[in-house]
């Protein structure tokens, strides 16, 4: 038997239950479209749900996509071919309580220019970039996005409500 090439993409791991870890995910050296190696944002968007992850003792672990919460790995192109792609500052608020604040590269048409359209058009996961990182975060385990430092929050009147 012929040993598959695989290139090795270190990764911490985040998982619902609150465990955290630190691990190896394998990907494929080139995607059948031919654009290159696969990415750690394109492995967790296929249609596998366990993944291979060798964990810091050398052990193997099929882990269930879905118990994912995010991944965080050093940055990769996670849009090849478009360097043009609109970034959006965010704040993403996690079902755990915790916040994280990054940029979202909006790869979508000008017909649909939101950050709604991104979110719900967006694979399950997707990705947001933080200060030389990628997370790539799970739909599921997220319960808010909402943008920051736009111009346009400065124009904004603070949100009130009138008693009646």
Same mark, same amino acid.
């Given at each position: 038997m012929?040993?598959?090439?695989?290139i090795?993409?270190?990764?911490?791991?985040?998982f619902?239950?609150?465990?955290?870890?630190?691990g190896?995910?394998f990907?494929?050296?080139?995607?059948?479209?031919?654009?290159g190696?696969q990415?750690?944002?394109a492995?967790?968007?296929?249609?596998?749900?366990?993944?291979?992850?060798e964990v810091e003792?050398g052990e193997?672990?099929?882990?269930?996509?879905?118990?994912l919460?995010?991944a965080?790995?050093?940055?990769d @192109?996670?849009? @090849? /071919?478009n @360097?043009?792609?609109?970034?959006?500052?965010v704040?993403?608020?996690?079902l755990t /309580?915790?916040?994280?604040? /990054?940029t979202?590269?909006?790869?979508?048409?000008?017909?649909f220019?939101r950050?709604?359209d991104?979110l719900n058009?967006?694979?399950?996961?997707f990705?947001?970039?933080?200060?030389?990182?990628d997370?790539?975060?799970?739909?599921?385990s997220v319960?808010?996005?909402r943008?920051?430092s736009g111009?346009?929050?400065?124009?904004r009147p603070?949100f009130?409500i009138t008693?009646?």
């Open positions: 012929i040993p598959l090439e695989r090795r993409k270190d990764a911490e791991i985040w619902t239950d609150g465990t955290r870890c630190c190896c995910f990907l494929e050296p080139a995607t059948p479209s031919g654009e190696p990415t750690l944002f492995l967790l968007n296929s249609s596998r749900r366990y993944l291979p992850l003792s193997v672990l099929l882990i269930q996509k879905h118990a919460v995010l965080r790995s050093a940055l @192109p996670l849009i @090849p /071919g @360097p043009y792609a609109k970034t959006v500052p704040a993403v608020e996690l /309580g915790e916040t994280l604040q /990054g979202i590269a909006q790869d979508l048409p000008a017909s220019p950050l709604s991104f058009f967006s694979p399950q996961f990705a947001l970039r933080i200060e030389g990182w997370c790539i975060l799970n739909s599921d319960s808010s996005v943008p920051i111009p346009s929050d400065e124009k603070p009130s008693p009646i």
